[in-house]
């Protein structure tokens, strides 16, 4: 049999089984098995025909892609992941981009080292992207999670050691950062017990989904008060939340009374996602 047979073949029964991205996933699980994206015409030896069934039944299964990878990618990063270690999903990246845009100003303006907080660090998607992209800043990462706290520090070795990682709850550790940071970006536990979620997010660890209380919005209410604390004045923290609590959290933020600019922004569907605000 060809690779395109394969492929084919592996991208209906992924389909089938409610996957989304079924061609995708059934030619990333082919590269990993040593095909060639721009040779599907080669012939499938036995040995990687075997692996090919094997993994594409465990992706038929709804296990994520990511972890039958054993990586996942996050804006111009290829990142470690496991099971037990939050997935980052494409939305974050808006997230880190308006932390980044934020960033670059503030050094285009004369702040030699501006200090960025990421909380509920997970992978180290987020914290690595700002060192990385914006060298000049300083990025803590703060992440609760042995497990995730593990792979974020063998991401961070990867792109250099640029974040500095603390282990442990960020109600605990943050203060330390007590009105020094420009920046904070969170992507917390938001999702309301209610939600319905698909498979593959199921797999993520539990205490990286649900917020806390009926709405999911206890946790992410205590990372906006957080950050307050943690800012400087005419600093910026953006934080991801669901869709349909934006009014709930700007509400919430705005009566804090500490931030001047309290908006909301939508992710690439056009759903409003996350949450902007700057410190008085």
């Not at 520090?153 to 550790?173: A, H, S």
Request: hydrophobic residues 40%; contains cysteine; aromatic residues 6%.
């Amino acid at each position: 049999m060809l690779w395109r047979e394969s492929v084919n073949a592996a991208a209906a029964r992924l389909d089938a089984a409610g996957a989304d991205s079924a061609f995708h996933d059934a030619l990333a699980l082919a590269e990993f098995c040593g095909a060639d994206r721009h040779g599907l015409g080669a012939p499938v030896s036995s040995p990687a025909a075997a692996r090919y069934a094997r993994l594409v039944k465990r992706r038929e299964n709804r296990e994520p892609l990511q972890h039958i990878l054993g990586k996942m990618w996050f804006r111009y990063l290829e990142l470690s992941v496991r099971p037990g270690t939050f997935i980052v999903r494409p939305e974050t990246e808006l997230l880190a981009q308006e932390a980044i845009d934020e960033l670059k100003r503030l050094v285009q303006n004369g702040r030699e080292t501006p200090l960025a907080a990421d909380l509920c660090a997970g992978s180290g998607a987020v914290g690595i992207s700002l060192a990385t992209e914006v060298p000049q800043a300083k990025v803590v990462g703060i992440e609760l999670s042995p497990l995730a706290f593990a792979v974020a520090q063998e991401n961070n070795l990867r792109y250099g050691n640029r974040v500095r990682l603390w282990e442990g709850d960020i109600f605990t550790l943050g203060p330390r950062l007590r009105g020094k940071c420009d920046v904070v970006a969170a992507n917390p536990p938001y999702v309301p017990l209610s939600h319905r979620l698909s498979p593959e997010v199921l797999c993520d660890p539990p205490m990286a989904l649900y917020g806390g209380g009926r709405d999911g919005l206890a946790f992410p209410k205590k990372t906006l008060a957080l950050a307050a604390d943690l800012l400087r004045p005419g600093g910026l923290a953006v934080m991801e939340h669901a869709d349909g609590q934006e009014r709930e959290l700007c509400a919430y933020a705005q009566s804090l009374g500490l931030f001047s600019d309290v908006r909301t922004e939508c992710d690439y569907t056009g759903r409003p996602r996350r949450i902007s605000v700057r410190k008085c």
